[in-house]
């Protein structure tokens, strides 16, 4: 059973410029959340998606933007990249019911550095 | 509002001694808490988690840690550490209901001396 998968695993972007980061979920959960993690922080989260509809978003300006797929696999986008958006970016699947609710499963995440 | 604190950024223990990894929590509405860990170039695995079942939580690797309400902690402990315990260690609370994000601590870093 693939767990968490994200691509891709390495990026680099040069100021202004706009990226999109891709994830699938762990088979058989509907939910998906994208975190940020600055190096020597914790994660930060970013939204949430659950029914292709973005369900919480956290402290993040509008750049940040979102989708998930009716496969529930989603994708993360940043627009006018800035140097402070260079951060390793972690996606987090769960089911939003039964015995695991609740558990976040993360990927391996995708490192973004912005020139 | 919901919040975690971990006490010790940096946490140096020697191989076959006890580890202790300190964690308080703010929390509005019956929560939920869970370590995580991460291990240089991998991902966040979980190691254990609390949902108001039984307040000692046994988790992977022999690590377990206890809800104190009382006190808003929940810190991590292993009786005995070993060299491939070390790693970064993250607190982290959510709501106990559907939808919630996961807020993490700022992490703390074991390492294990032979």
């Known amino acids: 059973d693939a767990g968490v998968t994200q691509s891709p695993t390495h990026l680099i972007k040069t100021r202004g410029q706009q990226v999109t980061l891709r994830c699938s979920p762990k088979s058989g959960h509907d939910t998906v959340s994208w975190y940020q993690q600055a190096l020597g922080q914790g994660p930060q989260f970013i939204f949430q998606?659950?029914?292709?509809?973005?369900?919480q978003r956290g402290n993040f300006p509008d750049r940040f933007s979102g989708h998930q797929f009716p496969n529930y696999s989603s994708e993360l986008n940043v627009n006018a990249l800035l140097l402070g958006d260079s951060a390793l970016y972690l996606c987090?699947?769960?089911?939003?019911?039964?015995?695991?609710?609740?558990?976040?499963?993360f990927g391996p995440g995708t490192r973004l550095t912005v020139l | 509002a919901q919040s975690v604190t971990q006490l010790d950024s940096h946490v140096s223990v020697s191989e076959g001694t006890p580890v202790l990894l300190r964690c308080n929590y703010s929390s509005s509405y019956s929560p939920s808490l869970f370590w995580y860990v991460q291990h240089p170039n991998k991902g966040l695995q979980l190691l254990l988690k609390?949902?108001?079942?039984?307040?000692l939580v046994k988790g992977i690797n022999g690590f377990e840690a206890e809800f104190k309400k009382s006190e808003t902690s929940f810190h991590l402990t292993k009786p005995s550490a070993h060299m491939s315990d070390a790693a970064e260690y993250f607190c982290?609370?959510?709501?106990?209901?559907?939808?919630?994000?996961?807020?993490f601590g700022k992490g703390t870093t074991l390492s294990v001396s032979s």
């Open positions: 987090a699947s769960s089911l939003d019911r039964g015995l695991d609710w609740g558990e976040q499963f």
């Open positions: 609390y949902t108001s079942a039984a307040t």
């Open positions: 982290v609370v959510t709501h106990n209901q559907a939808g919630t994000a996961l807020i």
């Open positions: 998606y659950y029914e292709e509809e973005e369900r």
